[in-house]
């Protein structure tokens, strides 16, 4: 079965920056996609980014992008979330999750089969 291990996350000040890591392995395929995603308190989970095994392409919501950056190192079975300029707004518990049957890369959590325990990411003002 496909496992995932987040970790990384901690307590940061607003206008910092903190690196995620999802340890992935499992894959009985060469193409999946890893996603991102987070949940504040009180609030549903959201999609962060997304990046996709084969080629490498990635997608990110709107209310990241140009601050966080998804990267994978398929050797080490790795993806990483770059967090910079981090706002008190993106304190949440992060996921990593893995889509097994991708057709495209996307957020939509439906097509993410796996999911693995978060990481808590606080961010101070």
């Known amino acids: 079965d496909v496992q995932l291990q987040a970790s990384g996350g901690g307590l940061v000040q607003a206008g910092g920056s903190l690196t995620l890591s999802c340890a992935a392995s499992g894959f009985t395929s060469d193409d999946y996609a890893i996603g991102w995603f987070r949940q504040a308190p009180g609030k549903e989970r959201e999609g962060v980014a997304c990046i996709r095994s084969s080629d490498g392409s990635t997608y990110y919501t709107p209310f990241v992008k140009g601050r966080f950056t998804i990267s994978s190192d398929n050797a080490k079975n790795m993806v990483y979330l770059q967090m910079n300029s981090l706002e008190p707004e993106d304190t949440a518990v992060y996921y990593c999750?893995?889509?097994?049957?991708?057709?495209?890369?996307?957020?939509?959590?439906?097509?993410?089969?796996?999911w693995g325990h978060g990481t808590l990411v606080t961010v101070s003002s």
């Open positions: 999750a893995a889509d097994v049957n991708i057709v495209v890369v996307t957020l939509l959590e439906i097509t993410y089969d796996y």
